[in-house]
């Protein structure tokens, strides 16, 4: 039972009240302003935000606002005009006195409000009356909207569990935001790197150049897709769902360099100009002649490349040069011709061309990619929104046991998801120690628990004396416990194949992976067992990764105590590792594992071969020693 079921069974179990709005919240007006006024008084460094009707809010020095009007309490303010929604807002703030705001003593109740009524939004919508094309709500809309009031402690549950929902949502955009940027960054420093690069113009890039055809083409109903500006998306891809189409006579009389084919790329160059598009297919279209077409030449330049190259920082300098006209600028074919591009050789424009069609992706893809990520958690957190706020007759929540665990369920795999979207595009993603585990325990001390080598022991006592190379090496000097005390140590240990042992007390750093049922042992207390989830990391990778240096030194800085030092599980999880994909752990496990056989394997590695040399050695020497006596 989640503690929200706990917490309806406890305050509602005779249900849930309803109430209209009006008579469990204090209504609040704002301020009679003018949109003239409000240009007067915005400043950038005001104290004061103030609300206006649709999108529009601006900040104000509070010297410029009625003290009367400034709402200095948490509130929730209902757009009432044009874009009709609803605000949680609870810094000093004020607005047009067509819109209203409600609060109430209580900041949980006031944020529970915006919730409900922003899981109703769309109700209010529905009920907006046009003023010509504009909507618009009514007071008595939301004054005479009944909501279901449970218990503050109910309240406060629901209220922290949906901030965590936002909080979500709210990272993913930064982290959007982010990677653009990144993309950008890289992409420029990627482009301007001389990696043996030669500048040359696009002319000399590209077989031809030319633009859309400059007659006005016929209409027809159907045939081929006419392209313009306009069908171009925010991704630089074309749109072919709004489509105006020629017929096919149209498309055969064109010149073969103004018919697109795959590796062609497109580039706007009149009005919006500076667009590049990737022609990804062998699909029939034509488009305006305020689009230029390249073709570019392959022994010269990759298409992909010439395209990134083009959507490059540097490139779109040039074209803000190249650009002319008053109403409309234009960049003329002659202009582009001469537009420069660095091209170094071919391998190392293919190598570019994958790094930046990876950020490309996860920046971008609709499919897979954060914006996907963004629209799902949105979608999950408006379902559970709504199911978090709707109370049946009982009082319960028709968010069942099974729901909230297959949401845990799906938050984890979203989080999974979003690491190897990561590990795409870096190779490698940089993650706590906490992310990548399933539990961090210890064993258990004898002391109070147990006593050891009693006479029916018969099972081994694992200290950090043991864990040799990697492995458990009980040795006839390896103290022993009886069943019951090694079954007392596994409640705690909860040792499984698959574990990574870690000494954390004493001689730190000491690592063992758990290769067969450990069905006869268990750990002393200083000896810590990490359990990996291995959807996302190999317990083998773990084990080397803990090995390093540049690990072992962070642990090390978290390590306390006197003579006897140790690091705390708690701070052990903390720890930043770097976690590539399962595909390249196996292959790093791989190499290290050949060089761990080299170098201690006792059969084919460098210990036989010393063995063998020293045998070698008694030998000649034995041999060069050995004289006959002179007869």
């Known amino acids: 039972m989640s503690k929200l079921d706990e917490l309806i069974c406890e305050f509602c179990s005779n249900g849930v ?38 999108k529009t809010v601006i900040t104000a020095k509070e010297k410029d606002i009625p003290n009367a009007n400034i709402i200095r ?18 810094k000093p703030f004020t607005f047009k006195n067509e819109m209203w705001a409600y609060t109430t003593s209580d900041s949980t109740t006031v944020k529970y409000l915006f919730y409900v009524l922003k899981n109703n939004v769309q109700r209010f919508r529905d009920a907006a009356s046009g003023m ?18 449970p218990p ?73 897709p006419f392209i313009t500006i306009s069908d171009i998306d925010e991704r630089h891809e074309i749109d072919f769902n709004v489509i105006k189409y020629v017929p096919d006579e149209y498309y055969n009389r064109l010149a ?127 379902y559970y929104r709504d199911k978090l706020l709707t109370f049946a007759e009982t009082g319960n929540t028709i968010l069942s046991r099974a729901e909230q665990s297959r949401a845990e369920q799906s938050r984890a795999e979203q989080s999974r998801a979003l690491i190897k979207l990561v590990q795409y595009v870096y190779g490698c993603v940089w993650l706590e120690l906490g992310d990548v585990i399933v539990s961090l325990n ?45 079954k007392l140590c596994n409640n705690r240990s909860n040792l499984e194949v698959g574990d990574v042992l870690f000494s954390g007390t004493g001689t730190i750093g000491e690592t063992a992976v758990i290769e067969k049922e450990p069905s006869n042992w268990n750990i002393k207390e200083g000896v810590y067992a990490i359990k990996p989830n291995q959807t996302m ?55 290290l594992k050949k060089l761990d056989d080299l170098c201690n394997g006792l059969t084919n590695g460098l210990p036989a071969e010393i063995e063998a040399r020293q045998k070698q050695y008694e030998y000649y020497r034995d041999k060069l020693l050995s004289f006959k006596e002179r007869l």
């Open 537 to 591: 990391i190999e317990p083998m990778y773990l084990r080397y990764i803990l090995m390093t240096d540049f690990i072992k030194k962070e642990y090390m800085k978290k390590a306390a105590g006197g003579t006897v030092q140790s690091v705390p599980m708690g701070e052990l999880k903390k720890i930043r590792i770097p976690v590539p994909s399962l595909q390249e752990q196996s292959r790093i496990v791989e190499v």
């Open 256 to 382: 073969d360099k103004r018919r697109p084919q795959k590796g062609d790329v497109l580039y706007t160059v009149v009005g919006s100009y500076g667009i590049p598009v990737y022609v990804k297919e062998n699909k029939k279209f034509v488009f305006q002649r305020h689009i230029a077409i390249l073709r570019p030449n392959n022994a010269v330049v990759d298409s992909r490349y010439l395209y990134h190259a083009m959507n490059g920082t540097a490139f779109h300098r040039q074209a803000n040069l190249a650009a002319k006209g008053a109403a409309q600028k234009t960049i003329g074919l002659a202009s582009l011709a001469k537009m420069t591009v660095p091209v170094p050789p071919l391998d190392v424009q293919n190598r570019i061309v994958n790094v930046l069609d990876n950020f490309e992706k996860i920046c971008a893809d609709l499919n897979i990619g954060l914006p996907a990520e963004i629209e799902a958690r949105q979608k999950q957190y408006e």
């Open 442 to 486: 210890t064993g258990l001390n004898p002391r109070k628990f147990f006593k050891l080598n009693t006479e029916d022991a018969t099972n081994y006592y694992i200290t950090i004396r043991e864990m040799k190379d990697g492995k458990i090496v009980p040795s006839e000097k390896t103290d022993r416990m009886n069943d019951e005390a090694r």
């Open 73 to 90: 309490v948490p509130a929730v303010l209902v757009q009432s005009r044009g874009v009709i929604d609803v605000i949680y807002y609870d």
């Open 132 to 149: 010509g094309s504009l909507p618009q709500i009514s007071l008595p809309v939301t004054e005479e909207f009944e909501i279901p009031l």
């Open 152 to 224: 503050i402690e109910v309240q406060r549950e629901i209220v922290r569990i949906l901030d965590n929902f936002t909080e979500l949502a709210a990272e993913l955009t930064a982290e959007l935001t982010a990677r653009k940027t990144q993309y950008t960054y890289y992409r420029d420093e990627l482009l301007a790197n001389n990696y043996n690069s030669k500048i040359k113009r696009l002319e000399e890039c590209c077989d031809s150049i030319a633009d859309g055809d400059h007659q006005a083409p016929p209409k027809a109903d159907s045939g081929i």
């Open 17 to 54: 009240e309803t109430v209209k709005i009006k008579n469990a919240f204090q209504r609040l007006k704002g301020t009679p302003i003018t949109a003239a006024r409000m240009k007067e008084i915005n400043n950038l460094e005001g104290e004061i935000k103030v609300f206006a009707g649709g």
